[in-house]
């Protein structure tokens, strides 16, 4: 994926981390109080002309995500600072994945049109683009037939080497394809756990506020509670994204992989049999697809 690319899903991913926690600290943050309309209000005097105007009182709401920052300590801002670390990862790497997964089945459309109904092997992946998986297999099974010298490469029959060589080849996309869904896996099953941390330290602080204020009434209580509880709230707004698209990813994933199983097999089949495949006939197995 190129640096320009990377570096827009990048900038999308701290978008959509920012937005969710400004989201998050502007809904509590205040709250608007209608003035109530005079009841009975004395009329004005005759030839006296009065502007009646309706202000709006903005008042400060004492609790929320916003007074959680303010008044947390460096452990309740640092267990926001990391979910939020986590939600900004999740996505760049869902970005990311989704385009690589996107480019590779376009990758293999072109495969079933270019490559198939070339005069040779070597031709077809010549009219593949440089640096796509396909061509890297392509090239890794040319070279296999080229290079098989070498007094302990030559104790291998041709077709057990090219079946290896093309075996590394796919496993290797594989494992590039694997990249970053180890990082949305842990994000999905550890944020609820550190939220649920944040809530822990948070209702931990409040009672203890209230112990040493000697005050339990409703209104000292739901406050600072209420506040820990965000840090929940906020874990489970950053574990389910990554969950979804864990899976998601994983999916589309299998399917590239066939994709690429189905050409290496497929491509082994001609380099046994000599190298070459019809102008306008392709592999059984190809042409079925």
Same mark, same amino acid.
């Given at each position: 994926? *190129?640096?320009?690319?990377?570096?827009?899903?990048?900038?999308?991913?701290a978008?959509?981390? &920012?937005? +969710? /926690?400004?989201?998050?600290?502007?809904?509590?943050?205040?709250?608007?109080?209608?003035?109530?309309?005079?009841? *009975?209000?004395?009329?004005?005097?005759?030839g006296?002309?009065?502007?009646?105007?309706? !202000?709006?009182?903005? /008042?400060?709401?004492?609790?929320?995500?916003?007074?959680?920052?303010? #008044?947390?300590?460096?452990?309740?801002?640092?267990?926001?600072i990391?979910?939020?670390i986590?939600? $900004?990862?999740?996505?760049?790497i $869902?970005? /990311?994945?989704?385009?690589?997964?996107?480019?590779?089945?376009?990758?293999?459309?072109?495969?079933?049109? *270019?490559f198939?109904?070339?005069?040779?092997?070597?031709?077809?992946?010549?009219q593949?683009?440089?640096?796509?998986?396909?061509?890297?297999?392509?090239? +890794?099974?040319?070279s296999?037939?080229?290079?098989h010298?070498?007094?302990?490469?030559? !104790?291998?029959?041709?077709n057990t080497?090219?079946?290896?060589?093309? #075996?590394?080849?796919v496993?290797?996309?594989?494992s590039?394809? #694997?990249?970053?869904?180890?990082?949305?896996?842990?994000?999905?099953?550890?944020s609820?756990?550190?939220?649920?941390?944040?809530t822990?330290?948070? &209702?931990?602080?409040?009672?203890t506020? &209230?112990?040493i204020?000697?005050?339990?009434? &409703?209104? *000292?209580?739901?406050?600072?509670?209420?506040?820990?509880?965000? $840090?929940?709230?906020?874990?489970?707004?950053v574990?389910v994204?990554?969950?979804?698209?864990?899976?998601?990813?994983?999916?589309?994933?299998?399917?590239?992989?066939?994709y690429?199983?189905?050409?290496?097999?497929?491509?082994? $089949?001609?380099?046994?049999?000599?190298?070459?495949?019809?102008?306008?006939?392709?592999? #059984?197995?190809?042409?079925?697809?």
């Amino acid at each position: 994926m *190129k640096i320009t690319n990377r570096l827009t899903a990048l900038a999308v991913a701290a978008f959509i981390g &920012i937005a +969710s /926690v400004a989201a998050l600290v502007a809904a509590p943050g205040t709250a608007h109080a209608q003035a109530a309309e005079p009841a *009975k209000a004395p009329a004005p005097p005759a030839g006296a002309g009065q502007d009646v105007t309706t !202000q709006k009182e903005v /008042v400060e709401n004492p609790y929320g995500l916003e007074a959680l920052w303010k #008044q947390g300590d460096f452990i309740s801002r640092g267990v926001l600072i990391i979910l939020v670390i986590m939600s $900004m990862g999740s996505w760049y790497i $869902m970005f /990311v994945k989704v385009w690589e997964q996107s480019k590779l089945f376009r990758q293999e459309r072109e495969v079933r049109a *270019k490559f198939w109904v070339a005069n040779s092997v070597s031709d077809g992946a010549n009219q593949l683009k440089e640096g796509t998986a396909f061509r890297y297999i392509a090239e +890794s099974g040319i070279s296999s037939t080229q290079h098989h010298e070498g007094k302990l490469l030559e !104790q291998i029959d041709l077709n057990t080497w090219v079946t290896m060589s093309l #075996q590394r080849a796919v496993d290797n996309v594989a494992s590039r394809l #694997q990249d970053g869904l180890a990082f949305l896996a842990t994000v999905g099953s550890t944020s609820p756990f550190v939220g649920l941390f944040g809530t822990v330290w948070g &209702i931990y602080h409040a009672l203890t506020a &209230i112990g040493i204020a000697g005050q339990a009434s &409703i209104d *000292k209580v739901a406050g600072p509670v209420g506040e820990a509880l965000i $840090m929940t709230a906020f874990g489970l707004a950053v574990a389910v994204p990554a969950v979804l698209g864990y899976n998601w990813l994983v999916r589309r994933n299998k399917v590239a992989l066939e994709y690429l199983r189905n050409f290496g097999a497929d491509l082994h $089949m001609v380099l046994v049999s000599g190298g070459g495949v019809g102008a306008k006939r392709a592999p #059984q197995s190809v042409a079925a697809r």
